[in-house]
């Protein structure tokens, strides 16, 4: 689907859940309905969740819209992450649900408007953006993080992604993730995720090391070292049990431990 499909997706949808509850009538035309794109109902969803006492969600909102409409690919990615996380949440029945209601998604294109403020030097409303994110939603990415496309982050509840962080496209992540370093050390420290990786909830990886390409990380594993591609780790600290055994485990979204 492109993000024009998507979009006639989420605006047929609102139509349809209006009319079924009268009580978010006014809900849903104020957050999908009464805007003309993608990006214009993302940036108020974001502007309205983050403005403060100090700073109006208009100053926000402009800030947002500026970010999405920045370059073209922008708006696709976020298409693809709002796909990514309709096709492997099993609980998401509608491409409108994400948008409106999961903090993860939302976290996660806050971040994306972060990392464009972060890139263009004006880190300091970055700065504020990644604060508001992990005060509103409990998600903490520092926006020089490096985070791909098609990326779903379930639940998002605790996950914290650090500073050298990069994650590539195609990766399922779920609450209580933890991407850090290992000290106070400086420069490239923080873990980099390849395509298709899936971090199980509560995992926590450790210092610059890589999960390779369709690797599994088990809940609540401690990792410290490389992960091979297409493997499965566990435990504390965190060893090879076996395969990974699914070409794309953040597609499969499948939490089984198989040993072999």
């Known amino acids: 689907m492109t993000a024009d499909e998507v979009w006639q997706a989420i605006r047929e949808e609102t139509k349809r859940r209006a009319e079924a509850e009268p009580v978010l009538a006014s809900f849903f035309h104020t957050t999908v309905l009464e805007h003309d794109s993608f990006s214009s109902t993302l940036a108020n969803q974001l ?13 926000l ?43 993860g998604f939302k ?19 970055a700065l504020f953006i990644q604060s508001r994110c992990s005060e509103v939603y409990g998600v903490d990415i520092h926006p020089a993080a490096q985070i791909g496309k098609g990326v779903m982050i379930d639940h ?9 962080s990069v994650v590539d496209d195609n990766v399922s992540i779920f609450q209580g993730v933890t991407l850090g370093g290992t000290g106070k050390e400086t420069g490239d420290r923080h873990p980099k995720v390849k395509e298709g990786v899936l ?23 401690v990792v410290l070292s490389d992960v091979k591609e297409g493997t499965t780790v566990v435990g504390v600290p965190a060893k090879e049990v076996g395969k990974s055994g699914k070409t794309s485990p953040a597609d499969e979204v499948d939490h089984n431990i198989y040993k072999n």
């Open 47 to 59: 502007a309205n969740d983050l403005s403060n006492a100090s700073v109006q969600p208009m100053m």
């Open 61 to 103: 909102r402009s800030v947002m819209k500026e970010a999405i409409k920045s370059k073209a690919e922008m708006i696709t990615n976020i298409a693809e992450d709002l796909i990514a996380t309709k096709e492997r949440d099993p609980a998401c029945k509608y491409f409108s649900t994400p948008l409106l209601f999961y903090k």
């Open 107 to 125: 976290a996660l294109q806050a971040y994306k408007v972060s990392h464009w403020l972060w890139t263009n030097e004006r880190h300091t409303l």
């Open 156 to 164: 998002g509840t605790g996950v914290v992604i650090g500073e050298t």
């Open 199 to 221: 971090l199980s909830a509560a995992c926590t990886i450790l210092g610059n090391v890589e999960i390779g390409k369709n690797a599994k990380v088990g809940a609540g594993s």
